[in-house]
């Protein structure tokens, strides 16, 4: 029996552009930085490309071995963020490095999924 996998389209990954949200000035000056977390929607391009390939072992193995990697990122960047908040850093600070980081690693993931597979 075929695995169905989730049916994202590679279009879909226009929705990263609400990242850019994240420039616009809160109420009362500065910017949200909250709103950068938005750029993972990048990734729904990469989804959408893997959707396309016929799910078999090789691609579960890359797909496997990309989460690997990318889950030690997001653990250092869980505990870079800590760091930062135990030195005193500016919040803000803080959340725009968390936000870009996380949205960097959930684009990084299908990527490197996507580039294993094309070259095995």
């Not at 695995?3 to 910017?31: I, Q, S």
């Not at 390939?53 to 797909?63: A, G, I, S, W």
């Not at 980081?101 to 490197?112: M, N, R, T």
Request: hydrophobic share 55%; net charge positive.
């Amino acid at each position: 029996m075929k695995k169905k996998t989730a049916r994202f389209r590679p279009w879909m990954g226009a929705l990263g552009l609400l990242g850019f949200l994240g420039f616009l000035p809160k109420h009362g000056g500065g910017h949200n930085y909250l709103f950068f977390v938005f750029f993972a929607f990048f990734s729904w391009f990469f989804w959408g490309l893997l959707c396309m390939e016929k799910v078999d072992e090789r691609l579960v193995e890359n797909q496997n071995r990309a989460m690997r990697l990318i889950g030690a990122l997001f653990a250092m960047l869980s505990f870079l963020l800590i760091f930062l908040l135990d030195r005193g850093v500016a919040p803000d600070t803080v959340l725009l490095t968390g936000s870009l980081g996380y949205a960097g690693c959930f684009v990084a993931a299908p990527a490197l999924t996507w580039y294993l597979d094309r070259r095995g």
